[in-house]
């Protein structure tokens, strides 16, 4: 069973800098393609960053230059740097694997002004 756990959220001022982590188990190939996304209330789940297999990577506009997305094949994780953040940072991120069609359960991120 494919099981993918998120930490790293918590509350920052704005400007401030945090990482999440996914660590991902269960099954081999997941971290391959892979990608955060968040939540804001009231808001759309939408797509923040993506990792594929070859290692290309795009970002929603609203986070180029500031996030950073990351893998280490090795510890099967999954990285988001999140650098530079704003209010409207604010969400629940989720991770997703593509490959094995499985979300984490999220973990809030909150930014104040």
């Known amino acids: 069973q494919v099981q993918l756990v998120e930490s790293g959220g918590g509350l920052v001022q704005a400007g401030g800098s945090l990482r999440l982590s996914c660590a991902v188990s269960?099954?081999?190939?997941?971290?391959?393609?892979m990608g955060w996304y968040r939540q804001a209330p009231g808001k759309e789940r939408e797509l923040v960053a993506r990792i594929r297999l070859s290692g290309s990577t795009n970002y929603a506009d609203s986070v180029k230059g500031r996030f950073t997305i990351s893998r280490d094949n090795a510890k099967n994780t999954l990285y988001l740097q999140m650098n530079s953040l704003k209010p409207e940072d604010t969400a629940v991120y989720y991770c997703?694997?593509?490959?094995?069609?499985?979300w984490g359960q999220g973990t809030q991120v909150t930014v104040s002004s």
């Open positions: 269960g099954r081999t190939g997941c971290i391959s393609d």
């Open positions: 997703r694997s593509s490959w094995c069609n499985s």
